[in-house]
C-alpha cells in the first residue's frame, strides 16, 4: 500500500513538474521575456563597466598624483643642487684666503662660520638629495606599472563595451529567430495537418457530412431499385392473368387470338420503357 502511494505521489509530483516545465519553457520562448532576460544580462554587464571605469579612474588619478611627486621632486632635486654647489663654489672661494698647505691653515678654514654653514648644508643636501632621487626612482617604476595596469584595464573596458553591444545585437537577433521558428512551426503543422487551431475540425465536419450526403444518396439509389422490381414483378402477374383470359376467350370463341410467345415478347417490350 505505501509503495502505491509512493508511486502516486512520484505520478502527481512527475506531473505538476512536467507542467512547470512545459510553463517554463513556453515563457522562455516568449519574445517580451527573451528581451526582459537580455535586458537583465546587459544591465549586469552595464554595471560591471561602471565599476571597471571607476577603477580606471581611480588609478588614473592615482598615478597623476605620483607624476605629480615625481614632478615635484624632480624640481627639489635640482634645486637643491643648484644650493649644494653654491655651498662648495663659496668654501672654494673662502679656502683662497687660507693657505691650506699647513696643517693650521686647515684648521682656521674649518673652524670659520662660513665653512661650517657651508659644510652642513652640503652634507645635509647631499642627503636629501639622496633620498629625493631614491623616491623619484621608486615613482617613475611605479608609474611604468600604473600604465601597464592602466592599459590592461582600458583594452578590457573596450571589450566589456563591445560584450555589452554583442549582447543588445544578439537580443535582435535572438527574438527574431525565435519568432521565425514558431512561425515555421505553426506552418509545419498545418502542412502535416496536426494544427491546434479549428480549421482542422472545420474540414473533418465538412468531410463527414459529404460522407454523410453520399451515403443517402446510395441508399435512396437502392430503394429506387427495389421499387422497380416489386413493380416488375407486378406487371409479370397482370401478364400472366392477361395470358390466361385470354386462353378462356379464344376456347369460348371471343376476341383476338394472340400467341402465349406474343403476349410475353409485348409484355417485355412494356416492362423495358419502366425507369431503372
Do not use: C, W
Amino acid at each position: 500500500m505505501f509503495k502505491a502511494i509512493a508511486r502516486y505521489m512520484k505520478a502527481v509530483f512527475a506531473l505538476l513538474t512536467g507542467g512547470v516545465n512545459s510553463m517554463r519553457e513556453s515563457l522562455n520562448q516568449n519574445k517580451h521575456v527573451i528581451a526582459a532576460t537580455f535586458d537583465e544580462i546587459a544591465d549586469d554587464q552595464i554595471s560591471a563597466v561602471n565599476t571597471m571605469q571607476e577603477v580606471v579612474s581611480q588609478m588614473l588619478a592615482a598615478k597623476e598624483r605620483k607624476v605629480s611627486k615625481i614632478e615635484e621632486l624632480s624640481k627639489r632635486i635640482k634645486e637643491n643642487g643648484e644650493i649644494r654647489d653654491g655651498a662648495k663654489i663659496m668654501v672654494m672661494e673662502l679656502k683662497e684666503k687660507f693657505d691650506l698647505t699647513t696643517p693650521e691653515g686647515q684648521a682656521a678654514l674649518k673652524n670659520t662660520s662660513e665653512y661650517k654653514e657651508a659644510a652642513s648644508a652640503y652634507e645635509n643636501l647631499s642627503k636629501e638629495i639622496e633620498d629625493d632621487e631614491n623616491t623619484l626612482a621608486e615613482l617613475e617604476l611605479a608609474v611604468e606599472e600604473d600604465e601597464q595596469q592602466l592599459s590592461n584595464r582600458l583594452v578590457q573596458l573596450g571589450e566589456m563595451k563591445d560584450q555589452i553591444e554583442k549582447i543588445k545585437r544578439e537580443k535582435r537577433e535572438t527574438i527574431a529567430d525565435v519568432e521565425a521558428s514558431k512561425q515555421e512551426i505553426e506552418i509545419n503543422n498545418l502542412i502535416n495537418g496536426i494544427s491546434e487551431s479549428a480549421t482542422g475540425s472545420r474540414l473533418q465536419e465538412l468531410r463527414e457530412l459529404r460522407q454523410n450526403v453520399k451515403a443517402k444518396v446510395k441508399i435512396t439509389r437502392t430503394l429506387a431499385g427495389t421499387e422497380t422490381k416489386t413493380r416488375k414483378a407486378e406487371f409479370k402477374k397482370f401478364v400472366q392473368k392477361a395470358k390466361a383470359n385470354s386462353e378462356f376467350d379464344e376456347l369460348l370463341g371471343l376476341g383476338k387470338t394472340v400467341s402465349s410467345q406474343e403476349e410475353v415478347n409485348e409484355t417485355e417490350k412494356e416492362t423495358t420503357k419502366l425507369p431503372e
